[in-house]
């Protein structure tokens, strides 16, 4: 498999036409932007170093660099990309809602974030890195902070003493 996707990069790399080849958001020349080297670099940062930082808030920051730094029109349309039932990355790098809410989820996430950093350009363009970026996100719903201020809320439940239950 590693082998065939190889291949298949030189190839989609050795075409002129390239961008006419499937229909991977990353092939598409109106999507690609010139800054996403600079894009992965920041998100790498951010996912590799150990720092004080909990997996929630490097998260956070992750979101918050895609959507300064992705132009908005390609980022709408990654996002609406995301949850067409053919998408790979929904398939593949799927976590249901009940695990997402955990810490093992959310460092499954970051995990999986910096396995499609580490990718980049040995397997797939920098276009499709920042595209799986974004879809991967978006899948699990981290581009919504409303909903994730109401996630939190339900983790941290309030702690009511014993004499106010009687």
């Given at each position: 498999?590693?082998?065939?996707?190889?291949?298949y990069?030189?190839?989609?790399?050795e075409?002129?036409?390239?961008?006419?080849?499937?229909?991977?958001?990353?092939?598409?020349p109106?999507?690609?932007?010139?800054?996403?080297?600079?894009?992965i670099?920041?998100?790498?940062?951010?996912v590799?170093?150990?720092s004080?930082?909990?997996?929630?808030?490097?998260?956070?920051?992750?979101?918050?660099?895609l959507?300064?730094?992705?132009?908005?029109?390609?980022?709408?349309?990654l996002?609406?990309?995301?949850?067409?039932?053919?998408?790979?990355?929904?398939v593949?790098l799927?976590?249901?809602k009940s695990?997402?809410?955990?810490y093992?989820?959310?460092?499954?996430?970051?995990?999986?974030?910096?396995?499609?950093v580490?990718?980049?350009?040995?397997y797939?363009?920098?276009?499709?890195?920042v595209?799986?970026?974004?879809?991967?996100?978006?899948?699990h719903?981290?581009?919504?902070?409303?909903?994730?201020?109401?996630?939190?809320?339900?983790?941290?439940?309030?702690?009511?003493?014993?004499?106010?239950?009687?």
């Amino acid at each position: 498999m590693i082998e065939f996707m190889r291949r298949y990069t030189a190839h989609v790399q050795e075409t002129s036409h390239h961008h006419l080849i499937g229909s991977t958001p990353g092939r598409n020349p109106f999507l690609s932007t010139f800054d996403d080297k600079g894009i992965i670099e920041k998100v790498s940062t951010i996912v590799v170093e150990k720092s004080f930082l909990k997996s929630r808030e490097k998260l956070l920051n992750v979101v918050d660099i895609l959507k300064k730094n992705v132009e908005p029109s390609r980022l709408t349309t990654l996002r609406n990309m995301a949850y067409v039932p053919s998408n790979i990355l929904k398939v593949a790098l799927y976590l249901p809602k009940s695990e997402r809410k955990t810490y093992a989820g959310r460092l499954w996430i970051l995990h999986r974030l910096y396995q499609i950093v580490r990718m980049d350009s040995q397997y797939i363009t920098q276009k499709e890195t920042v595209d799986y970026l974004v879809q991967l996100l978006e899948i699990h719903g981290w581009f919504n902070p409303k909903k994730l201020r109401q996630r939190q809320e339900k983790e941290m439940p309030e702690r009511v003493s014993r004499r106010c239950r009687r």
